[in-house]
């Protein structure tokens, strides 16, 4: 297994492909070309194993579409993808991160994130596709501060 993990913006060919790596993992991924977010695409060894993207609302930001593909987790690529996010949510002015998720509860939490009411969202959140749509209302709504 490769050791490394090079994360870059993803362009329309990476999208097709993410959409593709969502749907093979259950995640929502209808809709990724109306977000108004940014994705950027993991690689390992030239091949797409990880993916997530970042929807800017004020001092906001969702992380949204968070995904490694199953042979490559517990390697580390999900930490590398996840600083990445981190680093375009705090270059597009976000103070608050938030998230749903229905199955990485423990890992958002080992990041700094805390769990919170879905209500609690501000309204630009909650208004997002993501939080509106695409996730169901048992899926666990968690916030962090980064700035």
Known sequence: M???LTVREADAEAMERI?????????PHRGLDESPGTFVAGYADGVLVAAG???????DAVLRSVVVAEAHRSAG?????????????????AETVY???????AFFRE?????TSRADAPPAVRGSTLFAERCPASATCMQKEIA
Do not use: K, Q
Not at 53 to 59: H, I, K, L, R
Not at 99 to 105: D, K, M, R, W
């Open 2 to 4: 490769p050791n490394s």
């Open 19 to 27: 959409a593709a790596l969502l749907a093979a993992n259950d995640l």
């Open 53 to 59: 993207g970042v929807e800017p609302y004020d001092a």
């Open 77 to 93: 690529f999900g930490t590398a993808l996840y600083d990445e996010l981190e680093r375009v949510a705090a270059a597009g002015s």
């Open 99 to 105: 998230l749903l998720t229905t199955t990485a509860s």
């Open 111 to 115: 990041r700094g994130f805390e769990t």
